[in-house]
């Protein structure tokens, strides 16, 4: 099917290159028009015509280009990275500086006459845009950098998550609860970014906090969570378990459960950390009720 699309391309484009260059052939049948409208179809049709050949050379290329890359780097035919996303934006901010230069030279404007007549129209239009035109930009850096990637597990200000989209204006994270969060470009190139994906950080930290009657020994709460996690034994290394009391507070004490995989892979640490996770539940809620019949025999 996609040949099939590309095939459809070249021959449309053959058909506009040669009403191109036969353009003096079938101008005279506009003549039954009177000679301003004529005129306005003329500047529209050949505007038109210009615009067309460009866009579908302009797509052809940009998709020979992402194909050559593609196979060059044996991706599959729609899997997509940084270089990608960067050729598809670039070719959407070209497709829309065509359709106004279109559009102008359709009521018989030069691109320079344009420019010149528009010029304090465009200033005013640039200081109102301005936000606009540094996320694109922002965008565009982002895409063609090599700090962050599709797939790439990253915290970005106070948000952890998997990018699955780079558009020309936000990032979308998937964060832990399969929220999709948009983030604006300018906010992500200016934010500290941590990307777990490149530095390949296997050591996974849980942080929680527990009332102290909740807790017996923080020996037994470690036996409680390392066993929850047996199950998952084979993939985590063995004597990495290690239970931090981070804090010491009035009624609670602060802690970070930690382990270290044998290898990076997100859906088994989310996996794992909901498991965990239910285990300290049912441990406080098991102690409170032990610590309530307590109570009640005395």
Known sequence: ???????IKFLVLGLLILLLVFQHR?????????????????????????????????????????????SSKKMRPNQVDNVVLGLQNAYYIVFFLAVTLTIAASFGYAPAEL???????AAAIAIISKDFISEIISG??????????????VKIGDHKGRIIDITLTKIALLNEDDDIIFLPNNKVYTSEIVNYTRKEIKK?????????????????????????????????????????????????LAFKFQYILHQINRELERE???????????????????AGKEEVLK
């Open 115 to 121: 420019f010149t007549s528009l010029s304090i129209v």
């Open 26 to 70: 079938w101008e005279p049948l506009l003549n039954v028009f009177s000679i301003p409208l004529q005129q306005r179809l003329e500047n529209f049709l050949g505007a038109l015509l210009h615009f067309s050949i460009f866009i579908l050379v302009l797509n052809l290329g940009i998709h020979l280009l992402i194909s050559v890359y593609r």
């Open 204 to 252: 996974v930290s849980i942080e929680f906090e527990l009332n102290i009657q909740a807790l017996e020994t923080v020996e037994e709460l470690e036996a409680h969570l390392t066993e929850a996690i047996s199950d998952y034994r084979e993939h985590i290394e063995r004597n990495s378990y290690n239970l931090k009391v981070v804090e010491i507070r009035k009624d609670s």
């Open 140 to 153: 565009m850096i982002i895409a063609f950098s090599k700090e962050v990637a599709i797939d790439d597990y």
């Open 272 to 290: 794992i950390r909901r498991k965990t996770v239910r285990r300290i539940t049912n441990f406080v809620k098991q102690n409170l009720s032990d």
């Open 1 to 7: 099917m996609r040949y099939l699309s590309t095939i």
